[in-house]
Every structure is written in C-alpha cells, then in structure tokens.
C-alpha cells in the first residue's frame, strides 16, 4: 500500500493561525449520516469530461488503496493531527475519464444534499485521496460512510463525506457553505474563513 504524509504536516507553521489542537474529530454535519446500501451505491464523475462515468462500491474498492497522514482543520478552529485515511487517489479518475481542457473546478456531491467547490490544481494535489477507512477501519457513519473527500490543504468542511458526485464544472461556482458565507477557497494558513473575515 503506498503511505503519503501530508506534506503540510512537515512545516514548521503546521499549526494554521487561529487554530489548537484536538484529540479527536468532532463530528460535524448539516444532518444525520444518510442510511447506505452498498449494493446501490453509485460514485458519478460528469461534467466537463469526455466520458461521463459510474462507479459501484466493487469498482472503487478494486482501485489501488493509498493510506494518507494529515492533519484536519476545522474552521471552528479546532485541529486534529495525524488522522490516518486509507482509500483511493484521486489520480486514478484521471486514469478513468478524460477530463476536458475547460475543467477549471469541481463540485464534490454528497448523499446528505451537502456540495461543496474546490479548483482543479487543489483537487489534484499529492495529498487529496477519497477515503473509505479510518484508521484502517471501516469509515464510522457519522465520519462519511461509505465514501469522503479528504483535502488535507483546505479546510475541513472541503473534506466532504458520505460523497455521491464528482461534477467537473468549467467555473468555479459555489457550495454548500461557500453560498453561506464561507471562503470559495479556504485555505488555514492564510485564515480564509470567511468571505467578510
Ligand atoms: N456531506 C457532508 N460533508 C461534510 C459536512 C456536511 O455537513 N455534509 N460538513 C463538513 C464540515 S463543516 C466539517 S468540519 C467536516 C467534519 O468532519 P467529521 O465529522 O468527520 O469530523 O466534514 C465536512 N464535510
Ligand atoms: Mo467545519
């Protein structure tokens, strides 16, 4: 299994400004973890791509798995370090569709009715993975069961759980909270909370 450690858990500043450490994951959602069928979920990766695709929990648990270590930053400004992650790279969708040339970001699509955006370059980072484990067990409900985006650069509600859609979209349009007021970008060490902040 190849390991990646997040790169940003290595920095010096690895501690984003405004932030402290917590020694778990809060559990954070806009409702109750969605019941899940294995045997009817579907992954659809659409928009601006070629091949427009889905995928069975079978075709995603035969893609190679990759274990992530990083450090989770929640824009409520608690940080938990080292969380471990095993699930599949998101260079393998490159591997599945042709992405066009006019992709610039993508909408992540979960089964709770959450989105959320994130451009293409942050999407595509060696440390992005969608994760089915934590700590080598199975994702926990309220984590994201069966399937979450992890995007360890990004604040955490970038890391969308219980994930349904991979919307390829030539703007980079807003999500969930990113219409209510939080940052289209989000990055923690330049303290892009809030669009006003
Ligand atoms: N589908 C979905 N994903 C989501 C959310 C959500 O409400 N729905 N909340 C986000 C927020 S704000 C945070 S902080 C993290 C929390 O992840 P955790 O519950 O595993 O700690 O999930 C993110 N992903
Ligand atoms: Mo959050």
Redesign the pocket.
């Known amino acids: 299994m190849r390991r990646i450690i997040s790169p940003i858990n290595l920095r010096p500043d690895r501690l984003p400004p405004g932030q402290h450490w917590s020694n778990k994951?809060?559990?954070?959602?806009?409702s109750p973890p969605p019941k899940i069928d294995l045997s009817q979920y579907r992954l659809r990766i659409f928009g601006e791509v070629e091949n427009e695709l889905v995928l069975t929990w079978d075709d995603i648990t035969s893609l190679e798995e990759v274990e992530l270590v990083a450090d989770?930053h929640?824009?409520?400004k608690w940080s938990c370090p080292d969380v471990v992650w095993q699930g599949f790279h998101v260079e393998e969708i490159k591997k599945l569709v042709d992405i066009k040339s006019s992709a610039k970001s993508v909408m992540v699509h979960?089964l709770?009715g959450?989105t959320t955006n994130i451009p293409l370059e942050y999407f595509f980072d060696e440390d992005v993975i969608f994760a089915y484990k934590l700590f080598g067990k199975p994702l926990p409900a309220?984590?994201?069961y069966p399937l979450?985006l992890i995007v360890p650069k990004l604040y955490?509600?970038k890391?969308?759980?219980?994930v349904s859609g991979i919307e390829f979209m030539d703007r980079n349009l807003p999500g969930y909270?990113e219409q209510r007021g939080y940052h289209i970008l989000g990055d923690p060490w330049k303290e892009q909370r809030f669009w006003h902040s």
């Open positions: 994951l809060h559990i954070l959602g806009i989770f929640c824009v409520t979960s709770d959450y309220d984590n994201g979450r955490s509600w890391s969308a759980k219980f909270w």
